[in-house]
């Protein structure tokens, strides 16, 4: 069994495959704490997780005018300054589950917590790539860095994955080659010992346990960029897509969804109000301004209180323009409406750039089901 070898993982986690190893944390659990310690952090694992010595650990730098360049991970740690980065990781195919409920799609039925926050330290890809022989005039030929995995399928074929040079090298892109997360050295199941984290990007291209870096003329030919993690129309089919007419997933759109109640909860009249709980977040470090909340199906309007830390209320001072990386949790109490039997509370989010979430799934339905960021509905009874 080639999964025998797999880490331990938390009970209370949510299991969407066992080989591999896919699972979310209870929805709840995610607005529990700003940041998201490992044991709860979502895991998406398409093989098994490989063991990889650190003694001997060499990641490989190629395609750069000086030829290959080999970095040990003691390399890594002294040779480059540590830089630490909060970021929040999303799977392309969070809340799948909804667009099930459209029409049938295929993947792994993702509820609403394929979705993490964590702050990863590690060297910038910009400084290694540099080390490695970067130059401008590299942009003349180059145009994307590829990434393999070290976690490979029967036939040797590892998980690979590519990102475009201009965010690789970019002073402002924050990619790491990140050897912590939350101050202590990567889980197994997040990449030990190195794992690319590509901020404001969706969770495919932050390749784990990471071997290779290649830099090319061409995107990564693996699977999962060619013929994975795209989107398509509403009415693609499978007998009609064609994987080559749509870009691969690289920034992701406006999120937000509740975490608190659950859909199905019961609230009793005599509490007189409900505090409604959740996450917001943007792809490409576009920052999330606002998010709104109704408890009446989208008639009616509250604006949720914002948070990026665990300490008090405030949200700390925004972060540069375009480097949002983490995302919001957020809250809001409103009185229960006095005729109600039944609550549709309703919660959307607006990023800095004015871009909003669609306020029903059908019409961004699409056969893999990824990209699911409609307005999130929860269902609750009150008891008289
Ligand atoms: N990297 C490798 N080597 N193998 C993988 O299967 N899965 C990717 C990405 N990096 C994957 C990988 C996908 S699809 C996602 S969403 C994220 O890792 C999940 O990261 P996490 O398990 O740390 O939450
Ligand atoms: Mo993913």
């Known amino acids: 069994d080639p999964y025998s070898s797999d880490p331990e993982r938390h009970p209370v986690l949510r299991i969407n495959s066992l080989k591999p190893f896919n699972a979310e944390p209870p929805p709840e659990i995610l607005s529990d704490s700003y940041i998201t310690p490992p044991a709860f952090f979502f895991k998406r694992n398409h093989l098994p997780v490989p063991q990889v010595d650190p003694a001997s650990y060499q990641l490989h730098v190629e395609g750069l005018p000086g030829g290959s360049l080999m970095l040990s991970l003691q390399d890594l740690k002294t040779r480059f300054p540590k830089y630490t980065v909060t970021a929040t990781l999303q799977c392309a195919g969070n809340r799948r589950s909804e667009m099930n409920k459209v029409k049938q799609v295929k993947g792994l039925n993702w509820g609403i917590a394929a979705i993490s926050n964590a702050t990863w330290s590690g060297a910038k890809l910009r400084d290694v790539l540099l080390a490695a022989g970067y130059g401008p005039n590299v942009a003349q030929w180059a145009q994307h860095v590829q990434f393999e995995g070290l ?218 089901g990824v990209l699911s960021n409609a307005w999130h509905r929860v269902k609750v009874t009150i008891r008289e």
């Open 151 to 368: 976690d490979a399928d029967v036939t040797g074929t590892s998980y690979g994955a590519s990102i475009p040079l201009n965010k690789a090298v970019s002073e402002d892109g924050d990619v790491l080659l990140a050897y912590e997360m939350n101050g202590e050295e990567l889980p197994a199941d997040h990449g030990f010992p190195v794992r690319v984290v590509v901020p404001g990007t969706v969770g495919a291209r932050n390749v784990k346990w990471l071997g290779k870096i290649i830099v090319s003329a061409d995107e990564s030919g693996s699977h999962w960029q060619q013929n994975d993690y795209k989107g398509f129309s509403p009415g693609t089919d499978w007998d009609t897509v064609d994987f080559k007419s749509a870009p691969a997933i690289q920034e992701l759109p406006i999120q937000s969804a509740i975490t608190t109640p659950a859909d199905g909860a019961v609230v009793d009249r005599s509490e007189e109000e409900v505090t409604v709980k959740g996450y917001a977040w943007s792809g490409g470090g576009r920052e999330v301004v606002r998010v709104d909340v109704s408890l009446d199906g989208g008639k009616t309007w509250h604006v949720a209180r914002l948070r990026t830390n665990d300490k008090g209320q405030a949200a700390e001072p925004s972060p540069p323009p375009g480097r949002a990386w983490a995302w919001k949790l957020w809250e809001v109490t409103a009185p229960l409406p006095t005729e109600a039997q039944e609550l549709e509370i309703v919660c959307k989010a607006v990023d800095n750039s004015y871009n909003m979430q669609p306020d029903t799934v059908a019409p961004t339905w699409n056969l893999r």
